[in-house]
């Protein structure tokens, strides 16, 4: 069966253009939403051109203009939308909500191949998922018949997550709490409008996390002292980002992770700050002093704050201090990804560390 089609929306952002890699290295027919909205951004224009060079086709299309979405959308099988929704640049969770929209108006769920024994047929009622697999059901005569489809792709949206779970987030912080509350409301309507979906989990960003060795204000190693977050063993999942791209386009044909979140869970890179720390002092052949921060006193640092700050602070909490991204075990909703996907050779913390040497 040919590969879906996919419609990345904001592919000139940090996860999206690995989005748009991923998906043209792994044989998608590829568009990405040209914005209008970029004006003048000229290192914009020159990645976008830089992925039709690529083999990507550039879509036309503004959240000001509901039916220009629409018209992308008809295009392809799969929408990946990767806005950020981070409060240090732009916060776009919530214009998600004209793409759910869009897709509703575009209406693209369609069968693409049935069964040779069953082919299309005037009075199919309606494709649903089994026990089996995809199945036709039919009603003849008043009389409802069921067939396993053995070719069947249903469109599918991956909404901007890319993150924790804000499913597991009703209690965080304020104002932090703010992103995880969005993320629900864009998940509830894309639910109850029966839109197929993938929810990615994929935690912490090695880029933001990694080098830095979790270090706020700073992206690469500090030289003599290291903050610790309480006892530093609170268990934490470090991604590369790449690798954070070609696992979320490995599920987009999968009917495992249909109406699914998918977890980036790989075994060996959950690691505690204080496993982190050690790897590095391992590489680099240097000890760094460690200086512990209690949790009362890291709270405590955030009054006074600017909102982005206290935002940025409290995602912080509730990942070092509560262990947050492995506190729960993945339920029938969920799967994850490394188990679905053992060819991929995912990118270890030592290995990614060594560029900072």
């Known amino acids: 069966?040919?590969?879906?089609?996919?419609?990345?929306?904001?592919?000139?952002?940090?996860?999206?253009?690995?989005i748009v890699r991923a998906s043209l290295e792994q044989g998608h027919p590829t568009y990405v939403l040209q914005r209008a909205e970029i004006g003048l951004d000229i290192e914009k224009l020159h990645l976008l051109l830089s992925f039709k060079k690529q083999g990507a086709r550039l879509v036309q299309g503004s959240f000001s203009d509901q039916q220009s979405l629409v018209e992308a959308v008809?295009?392809?099988?799969?929408?990946?939308?990767?806005?950020?929704g981070v409060h240090f640049k732009s916060h776009s969770i919530l214009m998600q909500l004209k793409l759910v929209d869009a897709i509703k108006e575009a209406g693209n769920v369609k069968i693409v191949q049935s069964s040779p024994s069953f082919p299309s047929n005037p009075y199919i009622d309606l494709i649903i998922k089994g026990k089996h697999g995809w199945a036709l059901q039919l009603n003849i005569v008043g009389v409802t018949v069921e067939f396993l489809v053995i070719n069947v792709r249903q469109?599918?949206?991956?909404?901007?997550?890319?993150?924790?779970?804000?499913?597991?987030?009703?209690?965080?912080?304020?104002?932090?709490r703010e992103s995880f509350d969005q993320?629900?409301?864009?998940?509830?309507?894309?639910?109850?409008?029966?839109?197929?979906?993938?929810?990615?989990?994929?935690?912490?960003?090695?880029?933001?996390?990694?080098?830095?060795?979790?270090?706020?204000?700073?992206?690469?190693?500090?030289?003599?002292?290291?903050?610790?977050?309480?006892?530093?063993?609170?268990?934490?999942?470090?991604?590369?980002?790449?690798?954070?791209?070609?696992?979320?386009?490995?599920?987009?044909?999968?009917?495992?992770t249909l109406n699914r979140t998918l977890y980036l869970r790989p075994p060996e890179n959950v690691l505690s700050q204080g496993q982190l720390v050690e790897i590095w002092e391992r590489l680099s052949g240097k000890k760094l002093e460690k200086i512990y921060i209690p949790g009362e006193d890291f709270l405590a640092s955030m009054k006074g704050m600017d909102y982005v700050a206290q935002a940025g602070m409290g995602h912080f909490y509730h990942i070092f201090y509560e262990g947050c991204l492995t506190n729960f075990e993945i339920g029938e909703d969920g799967e994850e990804a490394s188990n679905l996907y053992p060819e991929v050779k995912y990118t270890r913390m030592d290995e990614y560390l060594k560029m900072f040497l």
């Open 1 to 18: 069966m040919a590969k879906s089609k996919v419609l990345v929306v904001g592919g000139t952002g940090y996860i999206g253009r690995r």
């Open 74 to 84: 008809k295009k392809v099988d799969v929408v990946i939308c990767t806005m950020s």
């Open 155 to 176: 469109f599918r949206f991956l909404p901007s997550e890319f993150g924790m779970d804000p499913s597991k987030m009703e209690h965080a912080l304020a104002p932090g």
């Open 183 to 256: 993320k629900m409301i864009v998940r509830k309507a894309i639910e109850d409008a029966k839109i197929p979906f993938t929810y990615v989990s994929a935690n912490c960003f090695a880029g933001y996390f990694v080098g830095s060795l979790s270090q706020l204000e700073t992206l690469i190693p500090p030289k003599d002292k290291v903050r610790i977050y309480g006892d530093g063993n609170a268990k934490v999942v470090y991604m590369d980002e790449d690798d954070i791209a070609t696992y979320a386009i490995k599920a987009i044909d999968d009917p495992r």
